[in-house]
């Protein structure tokens, strides 16, 4: 590009209408001048040829993505990750917002992912490696989407649940059971504490536990540990599979009793999901398989704060995400700012219920409500109530009596000495109790 070409890409951000742009940050690593890369990055996701040979026109201007601050972090010797891109100069690490007119896609989640994620971010000339780290939506445009239908308030509403986390329970094993086996391991389970008994995310409508059979055995069970709690007790079923089926699988599911649905987000697409929300009769939890494929590099893909926000764009109420603790990958930020999203004002959209999941108990859940400095999110277990030493009801009783000891705050090594069920807990999975520990 000529010198006068490449300013076309670059703008200051008060001279653009707030309202018609999504502010885009990138990490990338770019050989040569950046701003000239950095031209190319705006023009390649955006006008590509933006105008048309003998012809007096300019489609920056109404069409073009715009960079309205970039920083040159550092130079580098090589590209990350040993790939390697054509051309001559040196390696700049840089930082980046970019300002993309909404206009050229609209409210269609697709339409979206193809700009910012797509051929001409990914592919850019001189840039290989690129990391998609936020996106920050005018209000005008979230009025485009319907967002959650139930979100934290409807939840709340439907499980008669104020002022604590929401319980739940992952059935283990978590493939290869019956449903009457997986209803009587749900039944004790939601008699001991749990708000939600929910299918594994590899879970599917398989011919040795047909959703059918599954939905039916479960929703029976969830009505009846209602009636012997008093407490609205909730079977979360996964329908992930072909988008063509999700209807089909939705109102099956529903019919059968399952008051809450689970779908593999990614894996399924999320404009599929946007279209269930539109008659769903249940709220809608996503899950987070292909996450790590797209995220865990720490200058590649697309960040988890990105398909967080992307997954309450298209209407999911709770959405379990990669929680904290060394199995998951995920740093403590990282975390916080992806249960954020989900619950910080974002237009007019409901928030969403966040749910930090991996390998938790009791005992690591005042740690999750301390980093997460609220009670608004989702605690989620499978060993900690399923391979309790003393069985699930007992499993989810200590989840709960966990609740109890940071609500009163005390110890729990200390409201163990008279809780057997939180005891046994400690004992199997964390420290044991000392029952000569001073209060």
Not at 64 to 88: H, M, N
Not at 128 to 142: A, E, G, N, Q, S
Not at 145 to 163: I, K, M, S, T
Request: hydrophobic residues 40%; contains cysteine.
């Amino acid at each position: 590009m000529q010198t006068a070409d490449l300013e076309g890409f670059f703008a200051p951000i008060e001279t653009l209408d707030p309202d018609s742009y999504l502010l885009l940050d990138y990490a990338l690593e770019c050989r040569g001048n950046p701003r000239e890369a950095l031209a190319h990055f705006c023009s390649e996701q955006s006008t590509a040829q933006w105008r048309r040979v003998g012809v007096e026109e300019d489609l920056r201007g109404e069409f073009g993505a715009k960079v309205v601050d970039f920083r040159v972090e550092a130079r580098l010797d090589a590209f990350s990750y040993g790939i390697t891109a054509p051309g001559q100069g040196e390696i700049h690490a840089c930082s980046v917002t970019m300002a993309h007119p909404h206009r050229n896609f609209g409210t269609r989640i697709p339409n979206l992912l193809s700009a910012v994620c797509g051929e001409g971010t990914f592919f850019s000339p001189g840039i290989p490696v690129v990391k998609l780290l936020d996106i920050r939506f005018p209000d005008t445009y979230l009025k485009g989407f319907e967002g959650p239908q139930f979100g934290v308030p409807g939840l709340r509403e439907r499980l008669n649940a104020d002022g604590r986390p929401i319980f739940f329970g992952v059935i283990k094993p978590n493939i290869g059971l019956s449903s009457d086996a997986m209803a009587a391991l749900a039944l004790e389970g939601w008699l001991g504490g749990l708000d939600f008994a929910k299918d594994d995310e590899m879970l599917c409508d398989t011919h040795w536990c047909p959703l059918d059979e599954r939905s039916r055995r479960l929703g029976e069970t969830a009505r009846e540990a209602t009636r012997r709690t008093g407490q609205p007790k909730l079977y979360l079923a996964n329908i992930t599979d072909e988008s063509y089926r999700l209807s089909e699988l939705h109102d099956l599911a529903v019919a059968n009793g399952a008051g809450a649905l689970m779908i593999n987000a990614l894996p399924t697409g999320l404009s599929a999901v946007r279209a269930l929300t539109r008659t769903t009769q249940v709220p809608l939890v996503a899950h987070f398989p292909m996450f790590a494929a797209l995220s865990r590099l720490e200058r590649f893909g697309v960040s988890t704060l990105v398909l967080t926000k992307l997954q309450r764009l298209a209407g999911f109420d709770v959405i379990i995400m990669p929680g904290f603790g060394a199995r998951m990958f995920t740093s403590d930020d990282e975390v916080r700012r992806n249960a954020l999203a989900c619950l910080e004002p974002m237009g007019d959209l409901r928030p969403s219920l966040p749910v930090p999941g991996g390998s938790d108990w009791a005992g690591t859940l005042k740690s999750v409500y301390d980093q997460l400095g609220t009670c608004d999110f989702g605690f989620v277990t499978g060993r900690g109530v399923f391979g309790h030493p003393l069985g699930p009801r007992a499993g989810a009783m200590s989840i709960r009596q966990a609740w109890d000891a940071i609500r009163a705050e005390v110890p729990l090594q200390v409201f163990a000495r008279d809780h057997l069920e939180l005891a046994h807990a400690l004992s199997a999975f964390g420290q044991p109790a000392d029952p000569s520990e001073s209060d």
